[in-house]
Each structure stands twice: as structure tokens, then as C-alpha cells.
């Protein structure tokens, strides 16, 4: 059966400058597309694949990813905003790496675009009054 995912994968420090998805198509058979990659020197890597082959292959592909350090979160997945609780202090404005957070210069409010996120959990640790939430 041919499945096709989408997926967030989060790279520690020490894998960030190998070919690890690269064998992905080599040696387990997949086809990906890179829908997002953001990579800072130093720092935890994360790209958002679309991966699509057969299953077997698919299950092999993660097993392979999982093995080599590599934490893998899915896209279902939903960051939700609450505005209730939010005070706007703009702290998940810097850390969101999508730029996923904007101040509205009129109304000095954070707006939430959630088609920008790839829900890597950062601005829900950031949050002072954990106004941001994993929606499963
Ligand atoms: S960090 Fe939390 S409280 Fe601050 S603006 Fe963002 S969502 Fe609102
Ligand atoms: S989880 Fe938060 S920090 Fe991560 S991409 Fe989504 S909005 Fe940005």
C-alpha cells in the first residue's frame, strides 16, 4: 500500500551536517519533498518532509531516521493559540522560526498565522502564560 506523510523532522546538533535524508531514497526506496528547512550553525536542525513510497518502506524509512538520532514528529499535530490567556508580550514573536507570530502595529496584539507552523513546540515552552497550545 503507498502512503505519502508529512512530517517534522528535528536534528540534534550533531546531525545536522549529515546526509541522513538523503538515504532515505537510496536505501529505503522513498520519495520526499523538503516543504521547510531551517538549519542554524550550532543549534537543532528541523526540515518539514512530505515522505511517500509503500509502507513497508515508509515503516523502514522511519525506523532508520528514529535510529539515527533524528526526532520525528508528526504534522497532525495542531498549535493553537489561546487568546484568552495570551498577554501579548511578543516573546513568541523571536523564537518562532517560521515567523509563524506577527505584532499588529496598530492594535500592539500577536496574531497567530497557523498555516506558517510546523508545530515544533518552541513557542510552548516560551510562552509565560502558556497560552499556546498541542492540539492532538
Ligand atoms: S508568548 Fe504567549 S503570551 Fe506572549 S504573545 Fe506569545 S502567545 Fe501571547
Ligand atoms: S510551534 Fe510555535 S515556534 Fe514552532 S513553528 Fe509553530 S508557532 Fe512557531
Known amino acids: 500500500m ?8 528535528h536534528f540534534p546538533k550533531r546531525l545536522v551536517d549529515r ?5 532515505l531514497v537510496k536505501d529505503y526506496d522513498l520519495e520526499f519533498n523538503i516543504l521547510k528547512a531551517f538549519f ?9 518532509l512530505e515522505i511517500s513510497g509503500e ?6 524509512g522511519i525506523r532508520y531516521l528514529t ?3 533524528v526526532r520525528i514528529q508528526s504534522l497532525s499535530q495542531d498549535v493553537v493559540l489561546n487568546e484568552e490567556r495570551c ?9 518562532c522560526p517560521t515567523n509563524a507570530f506577527e505584532l499588529d502595529p496598530q492594535t500592539r496584539r500577536v ?9 515544533c ?12 497550545e498541542l492540539h492532538f
Open 111 to 119: 496574531i497567530f498565522y497557523n498555516e506558517k507552523c510546523v508545530a
Open 2 to 9: 503507498a502512503v505519502s506523510k508529512r512530517i517534522v523532522l
Open 55 to 60: 509502507q513497508k518502506d515508509y515503516d523502514r
Open 67 to 69: 535510529k539515527s538520532g
Open 87 to 95: 498577554t501579548h508580550c511578543g516573546a513568541c514573536i523571536t523564537i
Open 19 to 23: 546526509p541522513i535524508v538523503y538515504r
Open 40 to 48: 542554524t550553525p550550532e543549534e537543532e536542525g528541523l526540515m518539514v
Open 121 to 132: 513546540g518552541q513557542c510552548i515552552k516560551a510562552c509565560p502564560p502558556r497560552a499556546i
